[in-house]
C-alpha cells in the first residue's frame, strides 16, 4: 500500500503565499509522476502542475509564474509553492503519484486533500 498525505493548507489574504507538502510513503518501488490537483466548489477538478522523477515540470496556464512544484526525491515528498495567491485559487488542493509500488503494480495514488482558501 501507498499513502500520500498533504499539508500547508490554510487561509490566507490575497497576495499572500502557502506552500503544499505531499509525503509519499509504503510499498514504494519507484515514483514516475507527481502532481497537484485541485478542485473549487461546483466545478472539476483540474491539473495544476506535475513534475516528473527526472525533474521536467508542467503548469496550468493559470499558476505559471505564480506557483512551482519541486520534490525532494530522498523524502518521496513533493512541493507546491503558491505566490501571489488569489481568491479564484480558493479550492481543496489534492496531491496525486503516479507510483509503481513494490509488487510492480503502477497506480493513480491520491492524497485526502487540504484545503486552501484566499480571502479578498
Known amino acids: 500500500q501507498v499513502q500520500l498525505v498533504e499539508s500547508g493548507g490554510g487561509l490566507v489574504q490575497a497576495g499572500g503565499s502557502l506552500r503544499l507538502s505531499c509525503a509519499a510513503s509504503?510499498?514504494?518501488?519507484?515514483?514516475?509522476?507527481m502532481s497537484w490537483y485541485r478542485q473549487a466548489p461546483g466545478k472539476q477538478r483540474e491539473l495544476v502542475a506535475s513534475i516528473t522523477t527526472g525533474g521536467s515540470t508542467n503548469y496550468a496556464d493559470f499558476v505559471k509564474g505564480r506557483f512551482t512544484i519541486s520534490t525532494d526525491n530522498a523524502k518521496n515528498t513533493v512541493y507546491l509553492q503558491m505566490n501571489s495567491l488569489k481568491p479564484e485559487d480558493t479550492a481543496v488542493y489534492y496531491c496525486?503519484?503516479?507510483?509503481?509500488?513494490?509488487?510492480?503494480?503502477?497506480?493513480?495514488?491520491w492524497g485526502q486533500g487540504t484545503q486552501v482558501t484566499v480571502s479578498s
Open positions: 496525486n503519484g503516479w507510483i509503481t509500488s513494490t509488487t510492480r503494480s503502477t497506480v493513480d495514488y
Open positions: 509504503g510499498s514504494i518501488f519507484s515514483i514516475n509522476v
